[in-house]
């Protein structure tokens, strides 16, 4: 991925996301109680209240911008964007079934959404950003829309240390395709926000103030390494990237090794996998 441009990046994730739509939306419920605690924050962080017009980038499946559009309530509304149009159709039909109407979607770059300037009392992204191969450029996209005195609020992925699975994951696959080890916080990357104090200076870099990281655990349970696999497989597209150039017997040994791995896991109430996010927020200073 190194020696490609951001859009040439950019162009394989939307690739992935666009094969991934529907196995991530299926996937819902569990991601849903994965993330509760660390949306909450998320949420609490961008200080959304009723009433409010929010901007959810990178939004997937909508299962955060739900949550938002029940929060703001009928006073309120979400703009939820996506460089995946198909991911963003199940956010649409989400909102339609839980009977929300104050969703809107727009399919969009995050790095160039170009909205209305100063359009939007709050801003957040749920693991997207790290996607991004500038995410200053997408940071910068969110200040400009934002309203003066306005907040952001990201999650991403931490340190690799502290997310042994995905590593487990990503090592395992590069293994098996025969690439190198890859600079965990490469560009574009899962983790390659996780790296200390980069988020809070692209916020700082972006024009945000009051600007703060804090760490959340978001320990990923479930009955076994086998349903952690059955969700990779449907719907972590960045490790299908990796194991798409492999035949179909390559990419069951690989799978095999992972779960291998990943029993490691496996305790007498269940598997439970550690994973840290990091939240970082800011505010558009008033002028
Ligand atoms: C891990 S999913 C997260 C989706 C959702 N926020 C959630 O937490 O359920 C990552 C999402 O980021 C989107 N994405 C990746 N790069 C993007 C970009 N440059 N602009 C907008 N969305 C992007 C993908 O299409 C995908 O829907």
Not at 205 to 222: K, M, N, Q, Y
Request: charged content about 15%.
């Amino acid at each position: 991925m190194s020696s490609m441009s951001p859009e040439q990046i950019k162009a394989a994730t939307r690739q992935a996301w666009e094969k991934s739509a529907g196995g991530w939306n299926r996937q819902t419920p569990q991601i849903h109680a994965w993330l509760a605690p660390a949306t909450a924050a998320m949420l609490d962080g961008a200080h959304i209240s009723a009433g409010m017009r929010v901007l959810d980038m990178a939004a997937g499946a909508g299962d955060q911008t739900l949550d938002i559009a029940r929060r703001v309530g009928s006073g309120g509304s979400v703009l939820a964007t996506d460089i995946s149009a198909s991911i963003l159709q199940f956010a649409q039909e989400n909102a339609q079934r839980a009977g929300l109407d104050n969703v809107e979607t727009r399919v969009g770059d995050a790095e160039q959404l170009s909205l209305d300037e100063a359009s939007f009392d709050a801003a957040v992204c749920r693991l997207g950003l790290m996607f991004c191969p500038e995410p200053l450029l997408a940071l910068r996209q969110a200040y400009r829309a934002l309203k003066p005195g306005g907040h952001a609020a990201v999650l991403v992925f931490s340190e690799p240390q502290h997310n042994p699975c995905i590593g487990i994951l990503m090592s395992t696959a590069l293994q098996h395709a025969g690439l190198p080890p890859r600079d965990p916080f490469q560009p574009g990357s899962l983790l390659s926000l996780g790296k200390p104090g980069l988020l809070d200076a692209l916020f700082r870099e972006a024009g945000f103030t009051d600007v703060t990281t804090s760490r959340i655990a978001a320990p990923f349970r479930l009955p076994s390494a086998e349903d952690y696999l059955s969700f990779v497989r449907t719907s972590a597209s960045p490790i299908m990237q990796m194991l798409g150039q492999l035949d179909a017997a390559a990419q069951e040994a690989a799978w095999a090794a992972m779960k291998d791995k990943l029993q490691a896991f496996q305790s007498p109430s269940g598997w439970v996998g550690p994973n840290e996010l990091l939240l970082s927020q800011g505010t558009r200073p008033a002028q």
